[in-house]
Nanobody, 124 residues
Framework: QVQLVESGGGLVQAGGSLRLSCLAS????????MGWFRQAPGKERDIVAV????????YYANSVKGRFTISRDNAKNTMYLQMNSLKPEDTAVYYC???????????????????WGQGTQVTD
């Protein structure tokens, strides 16, 4: 089992920045691909960004490309989402997720996550 805990959400003005963190614990080896999702009120949960096991490959939704950066520090079992130039439409609950035995961005997107965090609210 893997436990994921997000932090770093909050209220920010349009054009501002936030950095979300996701701390993984439990069965964190081998490293797997991870991702960020978000869900706005009344809408479906959408993928935001994905990062491979090593951090060498990333994927971004078109809506955040150029503004958000996903990264990870495997030594700290932590994934990050740096969010810049925030817009009102970025308001949502943000979830981190991981996929059991999936190591690439493509595999993560094909199979979907197995583990979810509890979510952190971002309000712009």
């Amino acid at each position: 089992q893997v436990q994921l805990v997000e932090s770093g959400g909050g209220l920010v003005q349009a054009g501002g920045s936030l950095r979300l963190s996701c701390l993984a614990s439990g069965r964190t080896f081998p490293r797997v691909a991870m991702g960020w999702f978000r869900q706005a009120p009344g809408k479906e949960r959408d993928i935001v960004a994905v990062i491979s096991d090593s951090g060498s490959t990333t994927y971004y939704a078109n809506s955040v490309k150029g503004r958000f950066t996903i990264s990870r520090d495997n030594a700290k079992n932590t994934m990050y989402l740096q969010m810049n130039s925030l817009k009102p439409e970025d308001t949502a609950v943000y979830y981190c997720a991981s996929a059991r035995s999936k190591f690439t961005v493509t595999a993560f997107q094909s199979s979907g996550p197995d583990y979810w965090g509890q979510g952190t609210q971002v309000t712009d």
